[in-house]
């Protein structure tokens, strides 16, 4: 499909004929089918799909999940949004002693204008953008100056330095309190993943049921395979291990704090 | 070595499984922690059924899914290696598992690679690819906690889910002692600490992050990984280079059916709505992108896959989406725990998978009884796989290829003979009463010689009455048929 707005190269295959006429011949084909097979019935059951929630209860839904895994919600109307974010911004860091912290470079958190207060309250920011981390030091990196990471992108080293991260996540599930995150340029996975606590402020009217009406945004969203984002990512609560005696540890590699803002 | 190339096939798996079971049973931390977990594990699921509404619906759907991907594997895995292509990823086709480790290390060797970190992935485990790695000197670690745990102590996962499912704290605060220098208390929370940072530093480090692959969803050509701490993330994210092993079955057509697995999965294996964190990966890091892989390569085994294809009793095993929940409810799995199995695959699924991976029925076709066919499997498993009848179908196979032991063949040949011929019979039953006799104490049989040893050390056997079932059934008729007058007069 030429002409298309393909954002990667084409990769390359390798070993394909063999395999795949196995595989057919298996199957009782001559050779593998180039047919799309019929269909009778695709994804959830009906009686799934079909059930509906006020805004409301979305709300309530999400908030009960979220608290469920050890989360924390706040509840803001539009009007107090940026003051009362910026105010929840400073009193997690104050709570665990953070003193520099990470965001999306997302228009939405842009506008609600946080930057300069918590930056008041002496809190570093590095928002995920190219320069995003000129005026930080990263420091060295854990196995000193020789080390790969040393050699990595200073944005990447900055934000691996960070304790919150901050995001504006395209989706919210409210059946599983789950965050959707579609990655683009200034929305980084690292934002996500790398720090001790993680924020998430989005608008009540983003709150669906299913995971699935979520697939259902993306693939709308991005229709063609190769221009689809890199990564979505669902998270649902605190990274979390029952590895050592069944014993349940929260943030073993992700964000163990996760806090929720909805604007409603 | 067989034939067939499997990269290692254990060739005890069989002859072994006595003496597994034997030291299994006779490690007390083992059973309690095995049965505490998988009681949990069990309930979870149990409750998180009850929210989700009707189950046995989820259940066809999931088995409608992944049983149409397979009997059109064909068309979906050309379809979803085509679109990880067209997403900037390269697709490697592995027919044995020395194909994919071959692979593996030509990647490696390209990236000056020195040091790889893991993600949990069964089908490398299942190619023994740390080992090879070892020996090229790359150092391969294992990033999820219960994985690095056992890569410390040089042991193999014995559960799909919690891998370190019988080590200790005390076990393990002394392989993390032994591993840094540090003294560690065996507490939770300062292990976990630990493993965060030092764990930490090999994410950083990596040149190469390795994963599995939970789903590949062939509309997209994407790579879904499921995690709980992280890890998946980790190393999908943040190395240069991500390649995935995967099973050429673990697909779905589209992001509807991916709902309805990833749905399954989570409430299946933990009792989690869902799992903490799904990553749908398409392609390599796309421009503009300020993190995430340069190079994505995708590497699809077979490893004795195929040969299930078209098979009307085994093909279905190919639907399993490794939830491990009929490890939780089988009563051997219980008692054992997952290392008597002697393979990467325990449980149910693994004394069904394993001898049909590694096409080796003399071997590991012994495990098809290590089970009570009790089919408490089937009813657990999310897709509905009829295990307690493959693990049948494998005992039926194992005797027409005549692989059972001599003793067993002609035990089973004389019960033909006997059960089949009324007369034997009838002197059978009446010989047995009299041969009996020298054991039976107060109307028990409380011990005696192989095989009946087998039953008396753990119970009593009520030993044969004089009379049998057969003998009284003509004084019962009678009684019935006076019982049922008298009924009828009533």
Same mark, same amino acid.
């Given at each position: 499909?030429?002409?298309?707005?393909?954002?990667?190269?084409?990769?390359?295959?390798?070993?394909?004929?063999?395999?795949?006429?196995?595989?057919?011949?298996?199957?009782?084909?001559?050779?593998?089918?180039?047919?799309?097979?019929?269909?009778?019935?695709?994804?959830?059951?009906?009686?799934?799909?079909?059930?509906?929630?006020?805004?409301?209860?979305?709300?309530?839904?999400?908030?009960?999940?979220?608290?469920?895994?050890?989360?924390?919600?706040?509840?803001?109307?539009?009007?107090?949004?940026?003051?009362?974010?910026?105010? &929840?911004?400073?009193?997690?860091?104050?709570?665990?002693?953070?003193?520099?912290?990470?965001?999306?470079?997302?228009?939405?958190?842009?506008?609600?204008?946080?930057?300069?207060?918590?930056?008041?309250?002496?809190?570093?920011?590095?928002?995920?953008?190219?320069?995003?981390?000129?005026?930080?030091?990263?420091?060295?990196?854990?196995?000193?100056?020789?080390?790969?990471?040393?050699?990595?992108?200073?944005?990447?080293?900055?934000?691996?330095?960070?304790?919150?991260?901050?995001?504006?996540?395209?989706?919210?599930?409210?059946?599983?309190?789950?965050?959707?995150?579609?990655?683009?340029?200034?929305?980084?996975?690292?934002?996500?993943?790398?720090t001790d606590a993680l924020l998430a402020v989005f608008h009540a009217d983003q709150l669906v049921m299913r995971i699935g009406e979520a697939f259902e945004h993306f693939k709308r969203q991005y229709p063609d395979a190769a221009d689809m984002p890199a990564s979505l990512n669902l998270i649902t609560g605190p990274s979390r291990s029952a590895d050592i005696e069944n014993d349940l540890t929260i943030g073993i590699h992700g964000p163990g704090k996760v806090h929720a803002v909805i604007i409603k | 070595m067989s034939g067939h190339g499997n990269t290692a096939v254990d060739e005890r798996i069989g002859t072994g499984l006595k003496s597994r079971t034997r030291h299994a049973l006779s490690d007390e931390f083992l059973r309690k922690a095995v049965a505490f977990t998988t009681d949990k594990l069990k309930s979870g699921r149990l409750q998180a059924m009850d929210t989700f509404g009707d189950w046995e619906a989820w259940r066809e759907r999931g088995k409608a899914i992944r049983?149409?991907?397979?009997?059109?594997?064909?068309?979906y895995l050309g379809q979803f290696a085509d679109n990880v292509v067209k997403g900037g990823g390269h697709v490697y086709f592995a027919k044995e598992g020395k194909d994919a480790v071959r692979t593996f290390m030509d990647i490696a060797e390209r990236n000056k690679a020195k040091l790889v970190a893991k993600g949990k992935s069964m089908v490398s485990e299942e190619i023994h690819l740390n080992q090879e790695l070892e020996k090229k000197g790359i150092d391969a670690i294992e990033t999820d906690l219960g994985e690095y745990i056992l890569q410390l102590a040089r042991e193999t996962p014995s559960h799909l889910i919690i891998p370190a499912i019988h080590k200790n704290k005390q076990q393990i605060a002394k392989l993390f002692t032994d591993a840094s220098g540090e003294h560690f208390e065996p507490e939770t929370k300062v292990l976990a600490e630990y493993a965060r940072k030092k764990l930490r530093n090999y994410f950083l480090e990596a040149d190469i992050g390795l994963t599995g692959c939970n789903f590949g969803v062939a509309e997209s050509g994407s790579i879904t990984l499921?995690?709980?701490?992280?890890?998946?993330?980790?190393?999908?994210?943040?190395?240069?280079?991500?390649?995935v092993v995967m099973g050429m079955e673990r697909l779905v057509p589209t992001f509807e059916d991916l709902e309805v697995v990833l749905n399954l999965l989570a409430r299946s294996a933990t009792g989690q709505k869902l799992t903490t964190y799904t990553s749908i990966l398409t392609g390599p890091k796309a421009s503009g992108d300020l993190d995430g892989p340069e190079e994505l390569h995708v590497i699809i085994l077979d490893n004795g896959r195929s040969e299930q294809l078209g098979d009307p009793i085994f093909q279905e095993v190919l639907n399993c989406i490794r939830c491990a929940a009929c490890l939780n409810v089988c009563p051997v799995y219980r008692h054992v725990g997952g290392h008597t199995y002697g393979s990467v695959y325990s449980g149910p699924i693994g004394a069904v998978l394993t001898p049909l991976l590694q096409q080796d029925m003399k071997e590991a076709g012994t495990l098809a009884y290590a089970s009570s066919l009790c089919g408490a499997?089937?009813? +657990?498993?999310?897709?509905?796989?009829?295990?307690?009848?493959?693990?049948?179908?494998?005992?039926?196979?194992?005797?027409?290829?005549?692989?059972?032991?001599?003793?067993?063949?002609?035990?089973?040949?004389? &019960?033909?003979?006997?059960?089949?011929?009324?007369?034997?019979?009838?002197? +059978?039953?009446?010989?047995?009463?009299?041969?009996?006799?020298?054991?039976?104490?107060?109307?028990?049989?409380?011990?005696?010689?192989?095989?009946?040893?087998?039953?008396?050390?753990?119970?009593?056997?009520?030993?044969?009455?004089?009379?049998?079932?057969?003998?009284?059934?003509?004084?019962?008729?009678?009684?019935?048929?006076?019982?049922?007058?008298?009924?009828?007069?009533a």
């Open positions: 499909m030429s002409g298309s707005s393909d954002k990667r190269a084409h990769g390359t295959m390798t070993g394909r004929d063999a395999f795949m006429n196995n595989i057919a011949s298996r199957l009782g084909r001559r050779t593998p089918s180039q047919t799309p097979p019929e269909r009778p019935f695709k994804g959830v059951p009906d009686f799934y799909r079909e059930r509906t929630m006020t805004r409301e209860e979305h709300i309530e839904q999400f908030m009960a999940n979220w608290t469920a895994l050890s989360g924390k919600v706040l509840i803001v109307e539009e009007a107090e949004a940026p003051a009362a974010v910026a105010a &929840y911004i400073r009193q997690i860091c104050e709570e665990h002693g953070i003193t520099r912290i990470t965001r999306w470079e997302h228009e939405q958190l842009i506008a609600l204008g946080f930057d300069e207060p918590v930056r008041a309250a002496g809190i570093e920011i590095v928002p995920w953008r190219e320069d995003g981390a000129d005026a930080i030091d990263p420091g060295l990196s854990p196995s000193g100056e020789t080390g790969l990471w040393q050699q990595r992108e200073r944005l990447l080293r900055a934000a691996e330095t960070c304790r919150l991260g901050i995001v504006w996540p395209d989706y919210a599930v409210s059946s599983t309190s789950s965050l959707a995150l579609f990655s683009s340029g200034g929305k980084g996975r690292s934002v996500s993943l790398l | 049983s149409h991907t397979i009997d059109n594997l064909d068309y499921v995690s709980n701490e992280g890890n998946g993330r980790m190393v999908s994210t943040l190395p240069k280079v991500h390649v499997c089937y009813e +657990a498993c999310p897709v509905k796989i009829p295990l307690h009848d493959m693990l049948v179908h494998l005992r039926h196979r194992k005797v027409k290829m005549k692989l059972t032991a001599l003793p067993e063949r002609v035990a089973f040949k004389s &019960y033909q003979t006997i059960f089949g011929n009324i007369t034997l019979y009838k002197l +059978a039953t009446k010989s047995a009463y009299y041969m009996q006799k020298p054991l039976v104490r107060e109307g028990m049989i409380k011990s005696g010689p192989p095989p009946l040893s087998g039953w008396t050390q753990s119970r009593f056997m009520p030993m044969l009455p004089k009379q049998s079932f057969r003998d009284k059934w003509g004084a019962l008729q009678q009684e019935l048929a006076r019982k049922r007058k008298e009924g009828g007069k």
